[in-house]
């Protein structure tokens, strides 16, 4: 009813003008009754005590007022917030200690989520990005390539004449569009630095459907031979290399090849596409710069190979991705028919590009949440258990104001009230927590976990933090409020608060075996993933980290064959002669540098395979020296296996025992295939020497057959990494390096500066990042159960006291009383672990896939938690008992 | 009968509530002349205890059956003034018809022996 909700309404808002009328409303009465006795002849005094005797209670009545109201329950709040903050208050120790384990609770919970929400909730940057899909292609012939395992499309792109013939055939799309990654060198006066770039058609922009924050995109005018060169550039360019300037947009851009218009700069987030967008090949982490891909005629009749990084499709309206895939499917097949004969037999791979992205990175992202959840809940038992203790040391309280006549709800509802305002306290605490782990988040971000680095505390995060605190509070406030307000009141006055309810112990027991179940759970999960680290560290990689790297690249001035091989050479040379040099040497391609090359190989007196794969790499003298890969074998490659001479191969172990089992491989003859058939077949190679496996493209896997060739035997490359092993600390060198190429040519820019213990931090970073976390919990989670089970126990002895005083006055012995009590605590012990075991052999189930080295079930793992829990139970169960023993038996029976 | 005898006694649910209109169903009153004007026509016979009165009259508003205004009393004081409604005026017709025929119907099985 409108006027029944209008009053309640004014009631609630304007509490004391609402409060007000009424008193004036029964004084007014209350005078005139008061008037009428005296004009009926009563003293004054007789009067006013007459009228109250007629009129009631005032405030009784008011009382009635409000409940009409329904202001009550508002009013009962204020009373139980105010009486709950200073029974808080009164018990400062016990206070901070549930604030504490709320908030860290609250506060890591948050802080995961604020990663699940920037990695996995969150919008990208783009249109609607469910309907963007990557259009791959996957040719049996290439299954050997690690890429299908890896991050990102998990395809290669089309080539361009097979773009070409989809975009004109597809209907399935509104937009479809291809791009290449490409790393720049971008020219600053005079220094040079490597940036990522991305050449893209004309389509681009459209496609992905994002708007620059100034300027414009690049559009298909844009895209041709012989147009005006612009590029569009990242906020963060426009921020770092041109210092935010306002007048950008008349800029240039300098980049190796040339000068660019810059015609637009895009908003802070889009810097697609990132290394976890397109997996191991990627050139860069981030783009920085988008410029039009220009083909050439012949580049845009290249149909078997593709040096372009993706294809992106934005469906029409009421396409799905099974639709595209079949149409897609079709079409591919009939494109097929174009390819060379040795390589037919590709087809098309339509994959959702949101998904692509995380697909690897999502399993164990939610796997840290439901851990972080689980801390929480060790934490909310914590508190409940803490609250019921409490709660328990106020028996006689409570059952005084039972007594007094406050309803079972309304004691229900005050405890309730004082666990509620912990929990948003705790609540206050764990947002604090949570900004200050998202700020720490940077030093453990492997890198390539998408848009980590973009994790911070807005408003779902603070909204997700609330509503645990709400939920928490509910928890542990919920079961104590209600265990404690089923006290039998009497009972509980008769004892004079000595009262000890089994329902509660059981509570209580119950809390803390689920605390170190969790706990067990959690430190097994953590121990795992630490053997697992351990023990991918500990791998023989096949190369040392100490070694010091770095990468040149040609440009235009080097366009004949022989001055690449020349300059290679003089800087080797150069470099070798350096003091404190070891030795030096380059190939193509570091290990973990997320780059391989692979050849279709024949072998002499083998039974070769049509298309039988292997790895090669490109590598100069000295090379596996600099590297620290031991030469098992025969001869490595040396200076004088240059062009014109014998050619040789050195192979790894893989290699020898694969195909020459339990003989030398040494002596025998390789020879690389041309890619086509007609090709003039290759001249033999000698296979000269064996080297150890190095962990080329991942630390975890077994090394596949790799093939070294000389690297002046070959076509020569435009850019090389050069391998350093320094007699000193490999960062010293650096500078010098520097200055020994820029004397042999001023303009080349060096790029990738890194030890190789740096690339192993790096291919390592994510696995740290999960068991860093998951073992900062499994502590947690073990502090907060060992503080269960410490208060546990001292509640143990506290409520036996008495008993113990009798036992200790008879005569036992302390090692009775000791036992006595360390004997209960060891049976919770032994039941949460026993539970806590079982579900860590299931849940180990759920991480076997990203364990390395040890099995889930690993019966080492095991006994390592056991041990840890078991020695916080030890502790937590010592001290108590100690206490007990000390307890002087009279004191104790003369306390009551 | 003791006034206070008479209080304590339950009034059948409603009773009251059809009273007050009653009393305010000639023109606009103030608390205090309602319940004189209860008090003077039930002949004394029927106290209620004055303060019960308030938050009936407040049940009543909420109900929409009356409405209150504040206004200046006969001796120049701010007092409230309760008035019937129009729904106020249609639940009087029907309660008292109700109320009558109860009565009606409950004296003549306490008269039919």
Redesign the interface.
């Known amino acids: 009813m409108l006027s029944d909700w209008m009053l309640r309404l004014r009631a609630l808002i304007k509490r004391t003008a609402v409060e007000e009328e009424i008193d004036t409303e029964l004084r007014f009465h209350f005078d005139r009754q008061v008037e009428s006795y005296i004009a009926e002849g009563l003293t004054p005094s007789e009067a006013a005590r007459r009228a109250r005797i007629a009129f009631g209670h005032f405030d009784h009545i008011k009382e009635e007022y409000r409940d009409a109201f329904g202001t009550r329950l508002l009013d009962d709040l204020k009373q139980d917030v105010g009486y709950g903050a200073r029974a808080l208050l009164r018990t400062p120790g016990f206070t901070c200690i549930a604030l504490l384990t709320v908030g860290i609770g609250i506060g890591a919970s948050s802080a995961i989520f604020s990663v699940v929400n920037a990695v996995l909730i969150r919008d990208l940057p783009y249109g609607d990005v469910t309907r963007l899909v990557y259009v791959g292609v996957r040719n049996p012939k290439l299954t050997d390539i690690p890429i299908e395992s890896q991050d990102g499309i998990g395809a290669f792109a089309p080539s361009n004449a097979d773009f070409d013939d989809l975009r004109s055939a597809a209907t399935s799309f509104s937009n479809l569009t291809i791009f290449a990654q490409d790393a720049l060198t971008l020219v600053d006066r005079d220094s040079t630095e490597r940036i990522g770039g991305a050449r893209v058609n004309g389509d681009f922009f459209r496609t992905i459907d994002v708007r620059p924050e100034i300027g414009r995109v690049l559009g298909p005018d844009d895209d041709g031979i012989g147009r005006p060169r612009v590029a569009v550039i990242s906020h963060r360019l426009w921020q770092t290399a041109f210092a935010g300037a306002p007048d950008i947009l008349t800029r240039q851009l300098s980049l190796g090849g040339g000068a660019y218009d810059v015609v637009g700069v895009m908003p802070p987030l889009f810097l697609y596409p990132r290394a976890s967008d397109v997996g191991p090949d990627a050139v860069s982490k981030v783009t920085d710069v988008w410029i039009p891909m220009a083909l050439t005629a012949q580049q845009q009749a290249e149909r078997d190979f593709s040096n372009n990084t993706a294809a992106i499709g934005r469906l029409k309206p009421g396409v799905s991705v099974r639709d595209a895939q079949a149409e897609m499917s079709v079409l591919m097949a009939r494109i097929d028919e174009r390819h060379s004969r040795d390589w037919k037999g590709w087809h098309a791979v339509v994959t959702p590009m949101a998904d692509s992205a995380v697909r690897n990175v999502r399993r164990p992202i939610w796997f840290l949440f439901g851990a972080v959840l689980l801390v929480l809940l060790i934490a909310c038992s914590n508190a409940a258990h803490l609250t019921l203790a409490r709660a328990e040391g106020r028996n006689h309280e409570i059952g005084v104001r039972a007594a007094l006549g406050a309803g079972r709800g309304r004691l229900v509802r005050q405890l309730l009230t004082e666990a509620m305002l912990l929990a948003i306290a705790g609540g206050a605490l764990g947002i604090g927590v949570s900004y200050a782990v998202v700020l720490l988040l940077p030093f453990v971000d492997p890198g390539n976990v998408p848009r980590l680095g973009e994790a911070s505390v807005d408003w779902r995060v603070l909204l997700f933090g609330g509503g645990l605190s709400i939920f928490t509070g509910m928890t542990f406030g919920l079961f104590p409020a209600l265990t404690v307000s089923r006290t039998e009141i009497g009972d509980v006055i008769k004892r004079a608060g000595r009262a000890r309810t089994t329902g509660t112990s059981r509570m209580r027991g119950t809390l803390v075996v689920l605390q170190v179940s969790l706990a067990v759970l959690l430190v097994a999960g953590a121990t795992l993933l630490l053997e697992s680290y351990r023990n991918v560290l500990m791998a023989d990689r096949g190369f040392s980290s100490s070694t010091l790297t770095l990468r040149i690249s040609l440009d235009g001035g080097y366009r004949e064959a022989e001055r690449r091989r020349a300059f290679f050479r003089q800087l080797l040379s150069d470099v070798r002669a350096l003091p404190n040099v070891e030795t030096a040497g380059g190939v193509n391609a570091l290990p973990l540098s997320g780059s391989e090359a692979m050849s279709f190989f024949t072998l002499d007196g083998f039974a070769n395979k049509q298309d039988q794969m292997v790895n090669t790499r490109w590598v100069s003298a000295g090379y596996f020296n600099a590297m620290g890969t031991a030469l098992l074998e025969g001869r490595a490659i040396e200076d004088s296996d240059i062009e014109g001479r014998p050619p040789v191969v050195v192979v790894n172990k893989a290699f020898a025992s694969r195909y020459y089992p339990g003989a030398s491989a040494v002596g025998r003859r390789f020879r690389i295939r041309g890619l086509d058939p007609s090709d003039p077949p290759r001249p033999w190679s000698t296979i000269v020497g064996v080297v150890a496996d190095v962990r080329h493209s991942n630390l975890e896997d077994a090394p596949p057959p790799q093939v070294y060739s000389s690297l002046y035997q070959g076509e020569p490359m435009d850019s090389l990494y050069v391998a350093v092993q320094t007699r000193v600390a490999p960062d010293a060198m650096v500078s010098t390096v520097r200055r020994t190429i820029r004397n042999i040519d001023p303009q080349l820019a060096l790029a990738d500066i890194h030890v190789m213990g740096e690339l192993v931090s790096e291919a390592t970073a994510r696995r740290r990042f999960q068991t860093t976390l998951l073992t900062a919990f499994g502590v947690i989670a073990l502090a907060l159960a060992a503080g269960g089970l410490y208060g546990l126990m001292s509640y143990t002895v506290r409520q036996r006291t008495r008993e113990i005083g009798v036992r200790l006055a008879l005569g036992a012995r302390t090692s009775d009383v000791l036992l006595l009590v360390a004997g209960h605590g060891a049976k919770i012990t032994l039941l949460g672990i026993s539970i806590g075991a079982v579900a860590a052999l299931m849940l180990a189930r759920v991480l076997a896939s990203t364990l390395y080295g040890v099995a889930p079930t690993d019966p080492g793992a095991i006994v390592v938690t056991v041990a840890v829990l078991m020695g916080a139970a030890l502790l937590a169960c010592l001290m108590p008992a100690r206490r007990a023993i000390r307890l002087d038996p009279v004191k104790t029976l003369r306390e009551d | 009968m003791s006034t206070d005898r008479m209080d304590r006694m339950d009034l059948p649910q409603g009773t009251l509530d059809l009273l007050i209109l009653k009393a305010v169903a000639l023109e606009p009153q103030?608390?205090?002349a309602i319940?004189?004007r209860l008090h003077q026509m039930s002949t004394a016979t029927l106290q209620i205890?004055?303060?019960?009165l308030?938050?009936a009259l407040?049940?009543l508003?909420?109900?929409?059956w009356i409405?209150a205004r504040w206004s200046t009393?006969e001796?120049n004081?701010?007092?409230?003034y309760y008035e019937l409604t129009r729904r106020g005026h249609a639940q009087l017709e029907t309660q008292t018809e109700a109320w009558r025929k109860l009565t009606t119907t409950i004296g003549q099985i306490l008269e039919s022996n």
């Open positions: 103030h608390g205090w319940s004189q205890r004055q303060g019960s308030y938050p407040h049940r508003e909420r109900r929409g409405k009393s001796n004081r701010r007092a409230k």
